[in-house]
């Protein structure tokens, strides 16, 4: 991910920024999204991110509910319904008057609910009188919008801001506006129902007199619109019919994946429900968003890993990936952007500050690794669904990417992929693992560019092997021929080029000078997910990602323990990504050490054990484990994430040794292992070419047995030995 903060020649997360300390509730629907408190309230000020965002800019940055100028006592708070429904239950501290108690604690109940849909959020508050007498109580919503970017939240400075405009205040309505320097108003605009008593540029006040066992309801929209009018809300119980409905439309045409174990089960649905919520709505179509709140937005490297994790089970996301990856392909050098003829979309970002290219990434092309990527994702959605006609229709964006990796990647024409950034503002590191300080030589001296990441070799020989599988379907036999020959070579002068008998591994990186980044780093394991890897070194490769330098206990760490610049707490030098430890499990699987797979799959799931709702974040810190102590919180990580939430799915295809094509069409299991606390798993509406698939894996006294309990057409389903 881009780091945000400028410092020095840098964008950068400032710790002030920090989400572990408030541990927010998180709804979203397409490109608006709420961080709120348990309470449900937003709340200004000091290092939250709390906030009402749409299309990247804060449309509520305060709203407080009061009873009797107090706050409520929390009861419960969860999120639920498909990550859809955010539900609090609170009651009312004692209330006093004149020295006398007027209202014991407990006397009423709030159940607050919430959720976003279509650029409005809808909520409810429905209050019901425990008491033994009539009660007469006073409400208010104190609330507010700043309209900053999310850049501003994290951090940046800006010299200057646009205007805020007069509030218009209503009868039962307030409207809150700004215009920025980009001429773009953005505005917020609060609907309460019934109408309040009164209402001010910021709170609304009721007066409500409720029986004994009685019930009595307010409702609040905030609809959030950007330079066109916001549709108008519909009833709340409407809206949520709605988004019901959708969910359970989505629901029944996917794969639906589920274990013997309540909680495997539990990481699973919140998995799956994670990755539903950060693409539906989305106006992009099926392209999951990167992260909640920081990257609320696409991202090339992301959507395409994230389409890879889950490509076994819903291709449907790849597809969405590819064809917006392909509209959106650079056509031309545009330094400033670090874009190229052919090359893939880094980030793509809607606020005030990236239209008025104050940060870079407005339509950004700064990442080495996006470009190979989309070819590999092509190539393996082909082997996955046999859908020529697609690939067809992108053939054109997947040559001109080649191209891109032939004639722009390879900077110096030794055959490597490499990296140099071209924009003053741009990344300086631009593979997945993109701090500023992350490429660096065992004495801890940042690596100069151009640089030739290990693990980036291995995307563009998996691409072009891929490419040549495609060109061979497209009637293109030279083609293939040549790109085959592309990718023997590459993986010839990698071998020589960055195999370091000292660490037994490969380089992490080769500087502007050749130089081998002789570090120990996850990097490596990607390596062995592309197959770039020779066999004879690729069980050497797996011993040292599973010992302890590296292995903390719940995943690889992205760089070893003995390294001159490790620190578990830091982005990128020594924490844990599980993206990271799920493309390294199915690398492992793929050159039969699919044991080692197993107890990546296990120690992630034991991890989640630890993460509130079973939500793997972006990341955690990198701390040995401990007896008796879960992972330790990274303070800004983004949770949800699409390729954490993805993981999951990854790193169990991986443990099971499965592929699954739509070419043959087949479903095959390989050296199989499932999970010590699960004795088996059911895989259910499973997709491969016209046909659909459910079966059961079970644990049996030797290995596992695969039951099909329904076929729908012609589907091979086989155990390998």
Request: hydrophobic letters at 40%.
């Amino acid at each position: 991910m881009d780091e945000v903060i400028r410092i020095k020649e840098e964008f950068y997360v400032l710790a002030t920024s920090a989400l572990a300390d408030s541990r927010p509730r998180v709804l979203k629907y397409g490109d608006t999204c709420g961080v709120f408190d348990w309470h449900g309230d937003i709340l200004s000020g000091g290092s939250l991110a709390h906030g009402l965002y749409h299309r990247e800019t804060r449309h509520l940055s305060r709203l407080v509910l009061r009873f009797e100028n107090k706050p409520l006592e929390l009861l419960s708070s969860t999120v639920k319904n498909k990550n859809s429904f955010f539900a609090v239950d609170l009651t009312n501290l004692d209330l006093s008057a004149n020295g006398r108690l007027e209202l014991p604690r407990g006397s009423i109940h709030f159940f607050r609910s919430k959720f976003i849909w279509q650029g409005i959020c809808y909520e409810r508050l429905r209050l019901m009188n425990f008491a033994s007498t009539k009660v007469r109580l006073s409400l208010c919503y104190e609330f507010d919008a700043d309209f900053v970017d999310i850049f501003e939240v994290r951090g940046s400075k800006r010299e200057r801001r646009g205007r805020r405009r007069e509030a218009i205040v209503g009868s039962s309505s307030v409207q809150l506006a700004y215009c920025g320097l980009d001429e773009v108003v953005r505005e917020t605009t609060l609907n309460f129902y019934p109408q309040p008593a009164a209402v001010s540029a910021n709170s609304a006040n009721f007066e409500l007199e409720v029986q004994p066992r009685a019930e009595a309801f307010i409702y609040l929209d905030v609809c959030c619109q950007r330079g066109v009018e916001c549709r108008p809300p519909r009833s709340y119980r409407q809206a949520l019919s709605e988004t019901k409905n959708l969910h359970e439309k989505i629901d029944a045409d996917l794969c639906r994946v589920t274990s013997s174990n309540p909680r495997f089960n539990d990481w699973l649905l919140r998995s799956q429900a994670d990755l539903e919520m950060m693409t539906v709505g989305n106006p992009e179509g099926a392209y999951p968003y990167a992260g909640v709140p920081w990257f609320n937005t696409i991202f090339g490297r992301d959507g395409l890993i994230t389409a890879y994790e889950v490509l076994w089970a819903e291709p449907g996301l790849a597809k969405g990936v590819l064809r917006f990856l392909a509209e959106t392909q650079a056509d031309s050098v545009i330094p400033e952007q670090d874009a190229q003829p052919g090359k893939i979309l880094h980030e793509l970002r809607k606020g005030e500050m990236a239209a008025l290219k104050e940060i870079p990434f407005g339509r950004y092309y700064g990442s080495v690794d996006s470009t190979p990527l989309f070819i590999m994702l092509a190539a393996a959605y082909y082997e996955r669904t046999a859908d020529l006609p697609f690939i067809t229709s992108i053939w054109s964006n997947i040559q001109r990417a080649l191209d891109w990796m032939d004639r722009y990647g390879d900077l110096d024409g030794d055959g490597f992929l490499e990296y140099a950034r071209h924009s003053g503002k741009g990344l300086i590191q631009q593979g997945w693992k993109d701090s500023h300080d992350s490429v660096f030589h065992e004495d801890g001296k940042l690596a100069e560019p151009p640089i030739a990441l290990c693990e980036v070799q291995g995307y563009a020989y998996a691409a072009r092997q891929g490419a040549a599988e495609l060109a061979r379907k497209m009637g293109l036999p030279e083609l293939a021929e040549r790109l085959d020959h592309q990718a023997d070579l590459l993986k010839a002068r990698f071998e020589q080029a960055f195999w370091v008998e000292e660490l037994g591994s490969y380089a992490f990186a080769l500087d502007g000078k050749k130089r081998q980044s002789r570090v120990t780093v996850s990097n490596p394991g990607h390596c062995l997910f592309t197959r770039i890897a020779c066999a004879e070194r690729a069980r050497r490769v797996a011993e040292g990602l599973m010992d302890e330098n590296l292995f903390s206990g719940w995943g690889v760490r992205t760089v070893g323990t003995r390294e001159a610049r490790y620190n578990p707490m830091s982005y990128h030098n020594g924490s844990v990504w599980p993206h990271d430890n799920a493309l390294i499990a199915l690398g492992l699987s793929h050159y039969g050490l699919t044991g080692y797979a197993l107890r990546l799959l296990e120690s992630m799931f034991e991890a989640s054990l630890h993460f509130e709702f079973q939500r793997l974040p972006e990341l955690f810190c990198g701390f040995r484990r401990r007896i008796g102590d879960g992972p330790t919180l990274y303070p800004v990580a983004c949770s949800p994430q699409s390729w954490a939430a993805a993981a999951v799915f990854m790193m169990l295809q991986a443990s099971l040794g499965m592929t699954v094509s739509g070419v043959t069409p087949s479903v095959r299991f390989h050296d199989s292992y499932l999970p010590t606390a699960v004795d088996h798993v059911m895989v259910e509406n499973l997709r491969v070419g016209k046909s659909k698939v459910s079966l059961i894996v079970r644990r049996q006294t030797h290995g596992v047995g695969i039951e099909v309990i329904r076929r729908d057409g012609e589907v091979e389903v086989a155990v390998l030995k």
